[in-house]
């Protein structure tokens, strides 16, 4: 920002790649924002296809009430780095995220605003509409994830589902205490919603701001490309992904100032170890017989687990 221009109350951004198809409806959703002066972020994450030639041109013709930011990567970054980019780009601390296959209600960020003012939540999130791939309603199974639930901190360290990400807003507070996210590809919802839910900072607006589009996103793409594999592929990477999440869970735990007695740190480590000694049975080496020694019976039966799942082609 400049000297002498206001912080504004939030900054909406949007995150793009290869989604020329539906970004021109996705980035008009944040442009007609109906609130109080926001700042406006569209990043793109070096698309191959037409999606930034379109973005560029909305945001030469928009002339509207808030400040429009839009830019691209030089090359592709992956998502969590590009991520980190948009934070240190963002001029406010409440930040109201959305992908380029997804629609805004035109009050979603009037709504995330006067929520965060009444609570100072670190994490906001609602409800959303959904559309299957055909057109059609969607399942809706996002209400399944914990937080629609409840905000229990050891069912939220071991979780991995806990909202829906296209409907998040978060402060820049869990990147500033906790820091970035894993260089691999861990879904960052996973690990802020495990922040916010230590700092007893989440708070549930039960209206649908989102349009979200399911089975289309970043994420979901990598989920299909997973389904693609064969059994013991899937597998592999299934566990090297909750490996990651709950490795970093931990190191959170630690900054947030856990005992290593407390009962979330010592569920985080022993289901880290159950993970660990499932991708041993995909991945054998001495430190799997280290782990199976150490602790026979359970890793044992542990390792039989998988076995059972992988003849079943689970």
């Not at 597998?235 to 709950?246: D, E, F, N, W």
């Not at 159950?274 to 026979?296: F, G, I």
Request: aromatic share 8%; with cysteine; glycine share 6%.
């Amino acid at each position: 920002m400049h000297d002498g221009e206001v912080t504004p109350a939030a900054t909406f951004i949007l995150l793009s790649y290869n989604q020329e198809s539906s970004i021109r409806a996705s980035m008009e959703s944040v442009l007609t924002q109906d609130c109080e002066p926001i700042e406006i972020i569209v990043s793109d994450d070096a698309s191959t296809d037409g999606t930034f030639t379109i973005i560029k041109q909305l945001a030469q013709e928009y002339a509207g009430p808030h400040r429009v930011i839009a830019r691209q990567n030089d090359v592709n970054i992956g998502t969590n780095r590009h991520i980190e980019r948009a934070i240190e780009l963002s001029s406010a601390d409440l930040m109201i995220w959305t992908a380029g296959d997804d629609i805004n209600a035109t009050y979603r960020a009037k709504r995330i605003i006067e929520a965060f003012r009444q609570t100072q939540a670190k994490l906001l999130f609602s409800n959303a509409i959904t559309i299957s791939s055909d057109g059609t309603a969607g399942s809706d199974a996002y209400r399944r994830a914990l937080f629609y639930r409840e905000y229990s901190r050891q069912e939220a360290a071991l979780s991995f589902e806990l909202y829906l990400g296209a409907t998040a807003a978060w402060h820049k507070d869990l990147y500033r205490k906790y820091g970035g996210f894993p260089p691999e590809r861990a879904y960052e919802d996973l690990i802020l919603g495990f922040r916010a839910v230590l700092e007893q900072g989440v708070h549930y607006i039960n209206e649908k701001l989102v349009t979200y589009q399911e089975g289309v996103g970043i994420s979901s793409q990598l989920a299909k490309h997973v389904s693609k594999l064969g059994n013991r592929e899937r597998r592999t990477a299934i566990l090297h992904s909750q490996i990651k999440v709950l490795e970093q869970r931990l190191r959170d735990a630690k900054v947030f100032g856990l005992a290593a007695d407390d009962p979330v740190q010592v569920a985080i480590v022993t289901q880290l170890e159950t993970l660990q000694v499932r991708l041993d049975y995909y991945t054998w080496s001495a430190d799997s017989r280290r782990r199976l020694l150490a602790r026979p019976l359970r890793h044992g039966n542990a390792l039989l687990a998988e076995a059972i799942r992988d003849l079943r082609k689970r």
